[in-house]
């Protein structure tokens, strides 16, 4: 039994019934993560001694009956390379930390792994997590394995590219303006991002100006519950999805929202059409629904980011080491004062109370999760010009930084696919919900799912 033949669930219990080893799964992982990574460019590192001694310990304790509560018994789950594993390398996709070992677990990284998750490697991310492409200097891209000319989408595009390509079953990611969600859609996966604090990274990291959320990249909707349990401890969403459907108001926006200038691909157009269809046809009331703020306003968001860029505790002589994007952006954000910071602050309130009013009549806002499908890799990054580079990039996602201002979960699913350039590609379509409503998004996610399944992994994968 391999992660490309079942989902986390599956595994787990065949795993805790004693139909497959932990170590015979960890090790068929391994095997295939080694093989393909060269041309996915999905993992930084691998763990193969940590992953077997957990593995291990799954068996001796399936053997004995002690196992006890592991909801995710000998799974093997990747950590995005943000997040700090002990003993493990951890890079941040940056050349400027290589050859450094973490010292510590991150506690989302520990509740995987105390609930049976064997930590097969690190997943690959741009530097620090910023572009919304995996394109780390000193390692290969991390591609879509639908085509693997093009990006696996950012930042946690080698965890994406571990799931689509079945060395995996699901992945830890997170996500800051979109970087769940983006990969979920150039990967044909799904990719949730909760709900503003649902998932506590204290101590381990500050929650900052609230932006980023912790999750994963699973191939089914009831993975990313199960996970989401784990992560976000005393929380029931895998139960959840058990309960009857409710008549839901949905709104459909497929106009761009941060960006004047982005050109929506035909392609996510008519997904989104298509979605609300059946939205419609499954007894929902669908509606259009507003643009809920003007794009100029999103310069609260870059105030934040780029302050974020120029936090990171790194020595001056590091600097020639970063790319230029990096370099662009903790420059600007040096420049922001702390009032024009507090003001940003300010701003994001305003607007996360002015989506509020915007959408107040909806319980959940359809839209396109990016405006084209999966780019050629490359096709964003401008080392020459890091400035052209960012405006690209928002008009690449024009909508899913609005949930990270807004604190609301949101979740790509991968029920639409294209023909792009002679290429069938996974075409992402995004459902955001109301503040803390996970609960309802999940039990829509998996609505959708059993009346337009997807394909669990990539064709030939």
């Known amino acids: 039994m391999t992660a490309a033949a079942v989902d986390a669930v599956a595994l787990a219990a065949a795993v805790r019934a004693g139909e497959v080893s932990a170590r015979e799964v960890a090790e068929a992982a391994l095997a295939r993560g080694e093989g393909l990574n060269p041309s996915l460019g999905a993992f930084a590192a691998f763990a193969a001694e940590r992953a077997l001694g957990q593995a291990d310990a799954v068996d001796a304790a399936v053997a004995s009956?002690?196992?006890?509560?592991?909801?995710l018994a000998g799974v093997p789950l990747p950590i995005k390379d943000l997040v700090e594993v002990a003993g493990v390398p951890f890079a941040a996709g940056s050349r400027a930390l290589a050859g450094t070992l973490a010292?510590?677990?991150?506690?989302?990284?520990?509740r995987l792994e105390a609930a049976g998750a064997v930590t097969v490697g690190k997943t690959a991310t741009p530097e620090f997590g910023f572009p919304c492409y995996t394109e780390p200097d000193g390692a290969p891209p991390a591609v879509t394995p639908w085509d693997p000319t093009r990006m696996a989408g950012g930042s946690s595009g080698g965890a994406a590219a571990a799931v689509a390509s079945g060395i995996v079953p699901i992945a830890h990611a997170s996500d800051g303006g979109g970087s769940i969600r983006i990969p979920a859609s150039c990967c044909g996966l799904v990719g949730l991002k909760?709900?503003?604090?649902?998932?506590d990274t204290m101590p381990s990291r500050l929650p900052g100006p609230g932006l980023v959320s912790d999750g994963v990249l699973t191939t089914t909707v009831r993975d990313t519950a199960w996970a989401l349990d784990v992560l976000a401890p005393g929380h029931h969403f895998f139960a959840g999805l058990d309960a009857a459907g409710t008549d839901l108001r949905i709104g459909v926006l497929t106009e761009p929202v941060i960006s004047d200038a982005a050109a929506v691909h035909p392609a996510c157009l008519a997904a989104v059409a298509e979605v609300a269809e059946l939205l419609g046809a499954l007894g929902h009331r669908v509606a259009e629904a507003p643009r809920p703020f003007a794009a100029d306003r999103w310069a609260a968001f870059d105030a934040v980011w780029t302050t974020g860029a120029a936090s990171i505790p790194l020595p001056p002589e590091a600097d020639p080491a970063l790319t230029p994007m990096t370099r662009w952006l903790r420059a600007r954000g040096r420049a922001v004062t702390g009032v024009e910071y507090a003001a940003a602050l300010g701003e994001i309130a305003r607007l996360e109370w002015d989506v509020d009013r915007a959408w107040g009549a909806f319980d959940v806002v359809l839209t396109p999760t990016l405006a084209q499908p999966p780019l050629p890799v490359g096709a964003l990054r401008n080392d020459a010009d890091p400035a052209a580079d960012f405006a690209a990039q928002i008009d690449f996602t024009p909508w899913t930084s609005i949930a990270n201002l807004t604190g609301r979960p949101s979740v790509s699913l991968p029920l639409v696919r294209a023909e792009v350039d002679g290429v069938v590609l996974p075409i992402g379509v995004m459902l955001t919900g109301r503040r803390g409503a996970d609960a309802t998004?999940?039990?829509?996610?998996?609505?959708?799912e059993l009346a337009l399944p997807w394909p669990r992994t990539a064709p030939g994968f």
Do not use: I, K, N
Not at 194 to 199: A, F, H, I, Q, T
Not at 441 to 448: D, F, G, K, Q, W
């Open 65 to 71: 009956g002690t196992l006890g509560d592991a909801p």
């Open 441 to 448: 998004l999940l039990l829509l996610a998996a609505e959708l």
């Open 103 to 110: 010292g510590a677990t991150d506690v989302s990284a520990a």
């Open 194 to 199: 909760p709900s503003r604090g649902l998932v």
